[in-house]
């Protein structure tokens, strides 16, 4: 057995398995995603092969990096703040709150945090929005949270949409000068919303829902279910009290909505976005917890969404109206209402599809009144649901931008998810798993081969239930297909003992 010395060791070109990084050699970006890192200069093969030429940092001393700038300003407006502080006289502290943000709720535009730490959360955070549930039109809510005007800001723009927003891209900053603040931006996101339901509206309640979307999102992404869900319920008392489900209806006037007529096209899709936002939310995560969904698919006659962009440039044509939107999707019937293509939409379905499998699997029923049991015309029809929109679904492959492969990777995990409730409960009489439920787990797993998951920043938090749904039927499916291979190779060698002899 032959070994190799270190200098020869050394002297091979290229990543090998068997040498190891000196520490500390590694570039930011392969440190922070725990990735092995050739330490290739100006740019390692891993940031190379992600296309994040710009992300590729060094830490060895010749030069600041980015992140080492960022973490000396935070640090200098730290010792600012205290400095401040102290001059004001402020010798105690109320609370444990980082020494960043003042211990009290701010009550002034001054008491927000300082300017460069405010642009640097928005930086970290708007790269992912719309993958946490961000359905307001961007560059209006840049502009509103980057308005040097501090008394404007604080006037048009709610205290907990911004916090939330901070809070999130704190937390999706990885930088643990940062993240050491998101138990105080959230502790302040929290107070904001609740006394923006709990006093007279000084903003949009379009601006309440988000804020109330982003935190439900938070809290499922980092496994504190029981606060995602109260966020999530608060979300839908919202779009209900407002009845945005009723946008463009055929049954109803939009002039009995106690919500005031949008101002133009771009709030009207804010709108209808922030419906089906929350839609998506309570829908899957309904699935997840077990807990009842508290949207009535049948009393839905929004619209399906558009992308904001589309809203922005054309917004939906004067004579479009809706009836029973997610109803008729989800029993193949045909709709008035136009597009369902964007990926808040498809996201939508995939959702519906998900909460309607697992009604009909557990007999609880749809309508007041309706038979308990999933009755066999039921299960057909939303089986062929389930494969007219997974044959409709875009691809994944490699050459998708990050943004559409994670809503893409969510939406057909989810849609495969679906097939897999809907036919679950089926087999357990017998104690096999139906042909239809292991298909369905197999075309899931094998999603994560298509998905190159090292280009994905941020992973959806749904994905983790869905995952488990997937993996508990490869594991139920491995002692068959042990057996089967078992089988298979015992009959190969008999039948090579016949030949010899």
Known sequence: MSTTEPSQQSSQPGPST????PRGAACMNCRRRKLKCDTAKPV????????????????????????????????????????????????ETTSNLPPMFPANPPSTPSDDPPTEL??????????????????????????????????????????????AVYSYGAHLSCIEALTAHVPALLNRAVEAVSADLGGPRRYPLTQTIQA?????????????????RYHCSAAVALVLSAQLHKIRSLSTSDSHSPLAQPFDRIEEGQNINAFWTVFAIDKGWCVASGS?????????????????????????????????????????????STGGTSFLALRVKAAALCERATRLATGVPQLPGQQHGARAEEV???????????????????????RSMCHLLAIHTQTHAAMILLYR???????????????????AAALVGQVN??????????????????????????????????????SAQRGSSRRAC
């Open 18 to 21: 068997s040498n190891r990084t």
């Open 292 to 336: 009842p969904s508290q949207l009535d698919g049948s009393t839905i006659d929004t619209p399906w969404p558009l992308d904001m962009e589309e809203y922005d440039q054309l917004g939906l044509a004067p004579e479009v109206r809706g009836s029973q939107t997610a109803h008729k999707f989800l029993h193949d019937l045909p709709s008035t």
């Open 425 to 443: 409960s089926t087999g357990q009489a017998t104690g096999t798993i139906p042909e239809r439920c292991v298909n369905a787990a197999k075309a």
């Open 212 to 228: 109330e979307v982003i935190l439900a999102n938070y809290f499922f992404c980092v496994g504190r279910q029981l606060e995602g």
């Open 118 to 163: 405010a642009q640097t959360l928005l930086q970290h955070f708007l790269p992912h929005a719309d993958q946490v549930g961000f359905f307001l039109h961007k560059q209006r809510f840049i502009a509103l949270a980057t308005s040097p005007d501090a008394r404007y800001r604080a006037a048009n723009l709610s205290r907990a949409l911004l916090y």
């Open 44 to 91: 390692c093969g891993q940031c190379a092969r992600t296309n994040r030429h710009d992300e590729c940092e060094y830490m060895d001393g010749s030069s600041a990096s980015r992140t080492q700038d960022l973490e000396t300003n935070l640090t200098r407006l730290q010792g600012r703040i205290q400095e401040l502080e102290q001059q004001g006289g402020t010798t």
């Open 380 to 402: 057909q029809l939303l089986t062929r649901v389930i494969d007219q929109f997974m044959a409709s679904l875009p691809m994944i492959n490699s050459l998708l931008d990050t």
């Open 453 to 490: 998951l090292q280009q994905l920043d941020y992973v959806d938090p749904i994905l983790a239930p869905l995952w488990t749904i997937v993996v508990r039927i490869l594991i139920g499916t491995w002692p068959l297909l042990r057996g089967m291979h078992v089988s298979t190779t015992g």
